[in-house]
T-cell receptor, first 113, second 115 residues
Framework: DSGVTQTPKHLITATGQRVTLRCSPR?????VYWYQQSLDQGLQFLIQYYNGEERAKGNILERFSAQQFPDLHSELNLSSLELGDSALYFCASSPRGVRETQYFGPGTRLLVL | AQKVTQAQTEISVVEKEDVTLDCVYETRDTTYYLFWYKQPPSGELVFLIR??????QNEISGRYSWNFQKSTSSFNFTITASQVVDSAVYFC????????????FGKGTRLHILP
């Protein structure tokens, strides 16, 4: 158990809908990262937050947004969902930055029908 | 441009054999970080190692070892005396300090350890 929790574990929704994925980092970790893993795109870094502020941005679509709250949990919002958004979404956390060990959550598997 | 290439899509070896997973990267930065991650069949991602560009010393952790060579832009991963539990997909990744911690992953190498 990495100490990083993600909810929900599975999500099935329809095209055009909006969903929110939630991540709670390990106690004391200030950085949260979001990754998307799909069959065609592989593993992609989406975005990183550090202590509530956006720190780095990867291949995150404009339809997606994220935020980190004062209690350090993070949410990834996916809107106007398309079939291609079906993927495994991972959250990870680290004490400060990417140059440290990252602890991954179990992932949220999203299926868009 | 920032790029990570894992040319080996899939490898199968018999248990107890040694196996090396290749990783070649491209970067214009002089300061960068390299990583390896493991994704077993259960699906979770496990962080294995990070190495900064100023430290070219090879690292060994049990049966795992990493060979970082800046001259060839490679960061290869070797498993000695492989075990069935090593079966997984392994990802190599790169982060350039000039790109605010953005991480680029390779496509991954699927490793099968046959009993």
């Amino acid at each position: 158990d990495s100490g990083v929790t993600q909810t929900p574990k599975h999500l099935i929704t329809a095209t055009g809908q909006r969903v929110t994925l939630r991540c709670s980092p390990r106690s004391g970790d200030l950085s949260v990262y979001w990754y998307q893993q799909s069959l065609d795109q592989g593993l992609q870094f989406l975005i990183q937050y550090y202590n509530g502020e956006e720190r780095a941005k990867g291949n995150i679509l404009e339809r997606f947004s994220a935020q980190q709250f004062p209690d350090l949990h993070s949410e990834l919002n996916l809107s106007s969902l398309e079939l291609g958004d079906s993927a495994l979404y991972f959250c990870a956390s680290s004490p400060r930055g990417v140059r440290e060990t990252q602890y991954f959550g179990p992932g949220t598997r999203l299926l868009v029908l | 441009a920032q790029k990570v290439t894992q040319a080996q899509t899939e490898i199968s070896v018999v248990e107890k054999e040694d196996v090396t997973l290749d990783c070649v990267y491209e970067t214009r930065d002089t300061t960068y970080y390299l990583f390896w991650y493991k994704q077993p069949p259960s699906g979770e991602l496990v962080f294995l190692i990070r190495r900064n560009s100023f430290d070219e010393q090879n690292e060994i952790s049990g049966r795992y070892s990493w060979n970082f060579q800046k001259s060839t832009s490679s960061f290869n991963f070797t498993i000695t005396a492989s075990q069935v539990v090593d079966s997984a997909v392994y990802f190599c990744a790169l982060s350039e300090t000039s790109r605010d911690d953005k991480i680029i992953f390779g496509k991954g190498t699927r490793l099968h350890i046959l009993p």
